[in-house]
């Protein structure tokens, strides 16, 4: 998987989606702060530099100071404090230059340069003795004060804007938590809240017996995409054994009253069959042939009646049964060894492919022997002479399934629901008692696993019987039940 449909997966799902939104905002935060720290730092910058615009100012008035009482009281001491001050003065300007320049522009500071550097020679020149120059200083002092007011006004402008700026940052904060906070909803109410709804919804309609797919809603999101797969292929799974479930409780009241059924009558059966054995013994060769025809036909249906009951025990037999470790292929070839003299006299083969090595099951060996030769004799009847079985297993992961295949007329599909219903069969009246797939069908419930049967018309039928693996751990015995 390439790297960018990896990052579309993670985008489309919910962890992706709160990921980005939460990233996104943890970056929002962070550019403030940084934008915060950077206005704060730009507002102390100013406030510096304001001060700086007081000393170049207050460096001003004190060398007027100074020019005025030079003018009054002349003295060296004046001039030189009042130079000092220019001094002054002139290094602040040094310090303010790259700003004043940004704030009023090269030419003002040019005009701001040459009237400072004026003013001193105008100042130096100063005597107090002597009037000529005074009015060019102070119309240069005054130029100079009034530049300088004027530079602070601008700067205290500035740095009130500065600080209003810095006061709408919380309001940007607010903003945009607010706006996360609505796109957090939004993408909870899309991405949980209304998937969640929809499944619920889907759930009460899997409840009521409507396992029809969902089609569309929320595929865009990659977990509920998933979850709806998930709810696809349970849909699918509950229709595939709807069918199933329904014929196990059908089966499952079926059992209890045949149980009840078959111990009523095994005692009229049995005394009938003695009854015809006591009159071929006793009075056999007292009977004409009709007689003792009449007399065998009675006692071969009573066999045949106490094979029914014995069957319809077998059905609904709830005693337990020991269970052991048992290996399939055995399970096979001794179920093929009490077949194959039939199968012989009907002409028929049988190849049987089960692997020495397949995992061991768990179950009762005469009940599996039953449950396939079952499943073998059902298969010769429907297989004409010359015809074959062929029996296979393989390993499906923790389970072990067991074929067996025919090559038969097969079964119509009207009948295939109904093949494993007591008492339905399709062989003619007196061939079949119509309970060999029941009872094979509960054995094999009792066992924990599965039957199949796939057939077509003129193609053959297979059943695939699917047995659970055998656990690691030594078989207790268990309750053989019915499953219903």
């Keep these: 998987m390439c790297a960018a449909n990896r990052f579309r997966i993670f985008f489309n799902s919910i962890k992706g ?9 943890f970056l929002a935060a962070c550019g403030l702060t940084l934008l915060n720290v950077w206005t704060l730092s730009a507002v102390r910058e100013r406030l510096h530099l304001s001060e700086r615009y007081d000393d170049l100012f207050n460096d001003i008035l004190e060398a007027r100071r100074f020019e005025k009482n030079l003018l009054i009281y002349g003295g060296a001491e004046n001039r030189r404090d009042g130079l000092l001050y220019l001094d002054l003065a002139d290094a602040a300007l040094a310090d303010l230059e790259a700003d004043i ?15 400072l550097s004026q003013y001193r020679r105008e100042f130096s020149s100063l005597d107090a003795a002597h009037a000529s120059g005074k009015d060019l200083a102070r119309s240069t002092g005054k130029q100079l004060v009034d530049v300088a007011e004027e530079l602070i006004a601008t700067k205290r402008e500035r740095i009130h ?16 938590f607010l706006v996360f906070m609505a796109i957090l909803i939004n993408v909870i109410a899309k991405s949980l809240l209304k998937p969640l709804s929809m499944i619920g919804n889907i759930t009460a309609r899997v409840a009521k017996g409507d396992f029809s797919p969902v ?4 595929h865009h999101i990659e977990e509920v995409a998933g979850l709806l797969d998930a709810l696809n292929r349970m849909a699918l799974e509950l229709t595939a054994n709807q069918e199933d479930l329904l014929q196990a409780r059908k089966i499952a009241a079926l059992g209890t009253l045949t149980a009840g059924i078959a111990h009523e009558i095994n005692n009229p059966i049995n005394n009938i069959a003695l009854s015809a054995e006591s009159l071929l013994e006793v009075h056999g060769d007292a009977l004409d042939e009709d007689a003792r025809e009449i007399a065998g036909d009675i006692l071969a249906q009573a066999d045949r009646a106490g094979e029914i009951v014995r069957n319809l025990l077998d059905f609904s037999r709830t005693e337990k049964a020991q269970f052991s470790r048992l290996a399939p292929d055995v399970i096979i070839k001794s179920s093929v060894a009490l077949l194959k003299n039939e199968l012989l006299i009907s002409g028929l083969t049988i190849h049987v492919a089960v692997p020495h090595d ?13 449950v396939f030769l079952n499943l073998m004799q059902n298969a010769a009847h429907a297989t004409p002479a010359g015809g074959s079985i062929e029996v296979t297993g393989l390993d499906a992961g923790d389970a072990v399934c067991l074929s067996v295949r025919d090559t ?9 629901p109904h093949i494993f219903e007591p008492f339905f069969t399709t062989k003619e009246v007196g061939k079949g008692t119509g309970l060999g797939l029941a009872v094979t069908y509960s054995i094999i419930k009792r ?20 047995l659970p693996k ?15």
């Design 101 to 115: 320049g940004h704030v009023a522009g090269p030419k003002a500071l040019d005009d701001f340069r040459q009237a």
């Design 447 to 466: 066992h924990g696993g599965r039957i199949e049967v796939e057939s077509a018309p003129g193609q053959g039928t297979a059943f695939v019987v699917c």
């Design 161 to 176: 804007k500065t600080i209003f700026e810095v006061s709408l940052l919380p309001f940007a904060y607010l903003g945009i």
């Design 215 to 218: 089609e569309t809603g929320g």
């Design 408 to 416: 038969g007329k097969g079964i119509d599909p009207e009948h295939l």
């Design 470 to 484: 055998a656990p690691a751990n030594p078989v207790a015995p268990k309750e053989a039940g019915h499953v219903g």
């Design 358 to 370: 397949l995992a061991q099951v768990s179950g009762n060996l005469r009940h599996l022997q039953q």
């Design 17 to 25: 989606k709160i990921f980005t939104l939460f990233l996104v905002a």
